[in-house]
């Protein structure tokens, strides 16, 4: 061997030799800091190292698993920071431990706050556990810093009025377990989404923090409140729900279109019928079940399956007067109806004008003899007019046909403006 080579090894073996002492050093070091803060100077944990303990917190949710609106429950994953400061474990006026900045502890050895997840439905216990072995970083100037890591399932007040375009609000509220206000204070370092996950059904808007002291017994307990705000994304439901049950509205009213004697119309208004009832069924389980607010949809719905009912009973009528013998009388309010109005918005008759665009002032007189010619040309069109049960079916399907299809026209555009409104403001009582 050579003199490079023994050179070298000798310089390792006391490379070596030096951390083992810089480690052993080290932690000699910390056990007699650890001997002076809690043994020498007597630390209580029991003790409560200020009058009044500010302690701060902080919530970065990492990803939210389900929020069931049918439930009225938020489960997410996240995790708090609490930190509070602690004048007895203060080190840092003392040269012999420069060289300690940060030590761990646990709740077991050093006083914490004792906190709840005050709304959880899921598990109610102290979030710091005396027995928990989770490490408490404690630094030089007495500061203390503790992370809780948690599967938090929450209560959440569901608002579905605008279901599948609605917003929803869920809070996590943290409250002191023994303390009150006089004795523990909360300051808010807000939300932080650096570690969050986006949610394929819903997406993060939003959060806001609120303080406030709620009653106990014959204390003020003092809690902090998280509001996470969501938005669905509802393309899901617009595809599967949405679509589907428009399509089928504009379909109510085809049943008018078939001929009477294809012998498919009472089938077809029934499927129609039925199928509004599934997707009526399909909406109801993905709703809360609580009368506070109504779901428009819900509405929508059910003023559907309404019209798919009185399509159905219609059909029944105007088959029966297809079906009518000729030597059956027709009722006089059908003939009225037929020459009247009703025939002129069937497209049966041509439309009656009275107004006279070429002249600028109408006088009342002239309207009056004109209306009494025009009835007296109603009365010989009658006479001469041979009404008969064809014409009155033909009648009967063209008036309902333009009927629920203006009514169902003029559905889609009410509903669809209720439900852009919704998704754009993102509307929510709590927002």
């Not at 007597?42 to 919530?59: A, F, G, M, Q």
């Not at 404690?138 to 009025?161: H, I, P, R």
């Not at 109005?341 to 006279?356: D, I, T, V, Y």
Request: proline share 4%; aromatic share 12%.
């Amino acid at each position: 061997m050579d003199s490079r080579s023994i050179f070298v090894f000798l310089f390792f073996c006391i490379l070596i030799m030096s951390f083992k002492e810089s480690v052993s050093t080290r932690v000699t070091t910390e056990a007699n800091l650890r001997t002076l803060l809690w043994t020498t100077n007597s630390y209580d944990s029991l003790v409560r190292p200020d009058d009044t303990v500010n302690v701060t917190i902080k919530l970065y949710p990492m990803s939210l698993l389900d929020l069931d609106i049918a439930e009225g429950s938020m489960t997410a994953v996240g995790f708090f920071t609490f930190e509070w400061t602690d004048s007895r474990l203060d080190w840092s006026s003392n040269a012999a431990y420069s060289s300690i900045i940060t030590m761990f502890t646990t709740g077991k050895y050093t006083w914490f706050p004792s906190l709840v997840l005050l709304n959880s439905i899921d598990e109610l216990d102290i979030l710091m556990d005396p027995d928990n072995q989770n490490p408490i970083r404690v630094a030089n100037d007495g500061s203390c810093e503790y992370l809780m890591l948690k599967v938090m399932k929450v209560s959440c007040d569901t608002y579905a009025t605008y279901y599948p375009f609605d917003t929803q609000t869920c809070r996590l509220v943290i409250a002191s377990w023994g303390y009150n206000e006089a004795e523990i204070a909360f300051v808010t370092k807000g939300v932080s989404t650096s570690f969050y996950i986006e949610n394929g059904e819903w997406e993060y808007t939003g959060d806001a923090e609120k303080s406030k002291a709620i009653t106990r017994g014959h204390q003020q307990v003092p809690t902090l409140s998280f509001d996470l705000t969501f938005r669905r994304r509802p393309i899901y439901q617009v595809l599967n729900i949405f679509l589907p049950t428009v399509m089928i509205g504009f379909l109510i009213s085809g049943a008018f279109v078939l001929p009477p004697d294809s012998g498919e119309r009472m089938g077809y208004s029934l499927t129609t019928l039925l199928a509004y009832a599934v997707y009526l069924t399909m909406a109801a389980d993905s709703l809360p079940t609580v009368s506070l607010n109504v779901a428009y949809l819900s509405i929508y719905l059910n003023i559907t399956v309404v019209s798919g009912g009185a399509v159905v009973v219609l059909s029944k009528i105007v088959l029966s007067c297809h079906h009518a013998s000729e030597d059956d009388p027709i009722p006089t309010f059908l003939v009225k109806m037929y020459t009247g109005w009703a025939g002129q918005l069937a497209g049966m008759r041509k439309m009656q004008c009275f107004w006279n665009k070429n002249t600028k002032e109408t006088n009342v007189v002239d309207v009056k003899e004109q209306t009494t010619e025009s009835n007296n040309e109603d009365l010989e069109t009658q006479k001469e007019m041979e009404i008969n049960w064809p014409i009155i079916t033909k009648f009967l399907d063209k008036l309902f046909f333009r009927f629920f299809l203006l009514i169902t026209i003029l559905q889609q555009i009410v509903f669809g403006i209720i439900f852009l409104y919704g998704y754009l403001c993102a509307c929510n009582p709590d927002s």
